[in-house]
């Protein structure tokens, strides 16, 4: 069964810093792994899913990486901003018309 | 992009009554949807999967007598929480598969309080 760990638990950064959010998956077999985005009381955005056949997905200034060998993903934010504050949930799946399995999540804060 | 509808998006409810959540795919069919329970600072949990036209299938420690699913078209699944008890606060979030697409969708969640 997939288990998903995200590292660090919490980040804080000042602003226009870049950084990097990780993620591991036990599984390499995974069909495809997802970046969301959490406030506050607030459901989920996603922000970038990788297929098992991709590397990577760019939007804006997120990119996400998957290498299924080490079971490793990263999402990079560039030039963060105070309003990239929120809980950040890494997912992954291992096929199709399954349900994701969630990392416990990183608690970015973005000082101005 | 596909929609997922889920009502309410709150509710507050006194212990020993029951709550209905209801979650639907507005633009296209699902025959599975998922439902997630998350406790604060927690990630989601999975709690069960609703197959459209059978019974849900559950987690290890979800009590199915107490959380109900039912999936009875290709565009609804409800999540009824009877006699809800404090402990069962939580946010509960559903989701659902888009064939096609390749992709789950997820509902805005339901914030539950249990007095």
């Known amino acids: 069964k997939q288990e998903v760990t995200q590292i660090p638990a919490a980040l804080s950064v000042p602003e226009g810093e870049n950084l990097v959010l990780n993620c591991s998956f036990t599984?390499?077999?995974?069909?495809?792994l997802q970046w969301f985005r959490q406030d506050p009381g607030k459901g989920l955005t996603s922000l970038l899913l990788i297929q098992s056949s991709q590397r990577e997905q760019t939007s804006g200034r997120l990119n996400a990486s998957l290498d299924k060998s080490s079971g490793r993903s990263t999402l990079y934010i560039a030039a963060s901003q105070p309003g990239d504050s929120a809980t950040y949930l890494c997912a992954g799946s291992n096929s199709g018309n399954t349900p994701l399995v969630f990392g416990k999540g990183t608690r970015l804060s973005v000082i101005a | 992009g596909a929609v997922v509808s889920q009502h309410p998006s709150w509710v507050i409810c006194k212990s020993g009554t029951s709550v209905k959540i209801e979650c639907r795919s507005l633009?296209?069919?699902?025959?599975?949807m998922f439902w997630y329970r998350q406790f604060p600072k927690q990630s989601l949990m999975l709690m069960a999967t609703s197959n459209e036209g059978s019974k849900a299938t559950y987690e290890q420690g979800v009590e199915k007598d107490k959380f109900l699913i039912n999936h009875a078209s290709l565009t609804l699944s409800t999540l009824t929480v009877t006699s809800a008890h404090p402990e069962d606060s939580s946010f509960y979030i559903c989701?659902?598969?888009?064939?096609?697409?390749?992709?789950?969708?997820f509902g805005s969640g339901t914030q539950l309080s249990v007095l």
């Open positions: 989701s659902a598969w888009r064939g096609g697409v390749e992709k789950l969708f």
């Open positions: 599984d390499s077999a995974i069909y495809n």
């Open positions: 633009d296209f069919q699902a025959t599975t």
